[in-house]
């Protein structure tokens, strides 16, 4: 099958799509409305069951302190805050409309902890970095992986065959079959719900330089300096919860950053070491937390 034909069939696939739940279409539309009280937000989370026991289970996972909470209202004001219950809801209730039972290679558990690892990292990082926006990293590292999903979705069989091969072989597999690989499955989905450009933007250019399966091609080619740290932060987590680099390991390395660091990044490496270690240590908090989002 020529690659032309496989991405043909690729994009006829994601307009066949299951439509969107009402909830996520409710929380597209206030998402990014600044002027939209906090209670339109809490009523809509609450006309979703699903939703509702997530986010309260989160703001009473071990991360939170094991709170008592129960109502929607006080899960996101009290404990997770509204701008982070927003990019977790949007992050559950569109990556919702797929279900991944027939594809036993694809686990959303660990889709969910490398989504919150990644996602954490970032949100930290940035503190660091000029221009950047603390939660749109945060939303584009929850979002980062969903052309993944999508595809273990519409190809189930074809993608359990390639999520069974070493991590350093898959995008040439996702290449071979689907003449894309699934950052580009992932643009095309966020910007067809609209999701804000910076968002697309990322995952565009990261389909482009993931093509050869080599993450360290960041550092010969020109991006944005989002798509850089999202890109750090995904190699990262990915690090943390690989067999050959433990929990341990990384905590107790001196240089856990890999070299070399884009330029913007370089004055505050101590710094960004020092949220690594943090994070690592506190894997098994992100763990509880990606159980309950599966």
Not at 125 to 139: C, G, K, P, S
Request: hydrophobic share 40%.
């Amino acid at each position: 099958m020529s690659k032309d034909k496989t991405l043909s069939i690729s994009m006829e696939k994601l307009n066949e799509l299951p439509p969107l739940s009402n909830a996520a279409r409710k929380i597209l539309e206030i998402i990014y409305n600044p002027d939209i009280d906090i209670s339109v937000f809490v009523d809509v989370v609450e006309q979703d069951p699903v939703l509702l026991g997530k986010l309260i289970g989160l703001a009473n996972s071990s991360y939170y302190g094991h709170r008592k909470i129960s109502s929607a209202e006080r899960a996101i004001i009290d404990i997770l805050g509204l701008r982070t219950a927003k990019n977790i809801a949007l992050g559950v209730v569109l990556s919702g409309i797929f279900d991944t039972r027939h594809c036993p290679n694809f686990k959303v558990g660990d889709y969910w902890l490398n989504s919150l690892l990644s996602a954490r990292l970032g949100r930290e990082f940035a503190v660091y970095v000029t221009d950047i926006q603390r939660d749109e990293v945060y939303l584009c590292a929850m979002l980062y992986e969903i052309g993944q999903m999508a595809l273990a979705f519409l190809y189930p069989q074809v993608m359990n065959r390639i999520l069974a091969e070493e991590q350093t072989l898959r995008m040439v597999r996702e290449l071979k079959n689907f003449g894309r690989n699934h950052y580009s499955i992932s643009a095309e989905l966020l910007e067809k719900w609209n999701l804000p450009e910076i968002v697309v933007q990322v995952l565009s250019e990261s389909a482009e330089i993931e093509s050869s399966g080599d993450k360290t091609e960041y550092q010969t080619v020109e991006l944005s300096k989002m798509t850089q740290l999202i890109l750090l932060c995904n190699t990262l987590s990915s690090a943390i919860l690989s067999k050959e680099n433990q929990m341990e390991s990384i905590a107790e390395q001196d240089d856990t950053l890999p070299e070399p660091l884009p330029d913007f990044l370089q004055p505050v490496k101590t710094e960004l070491e020092a949220i690594l270690r943090k994070t690592a240590s506190n894997l098994d908090d992100y763990q509880e937390m990606a159980q309950l989002l599966s």
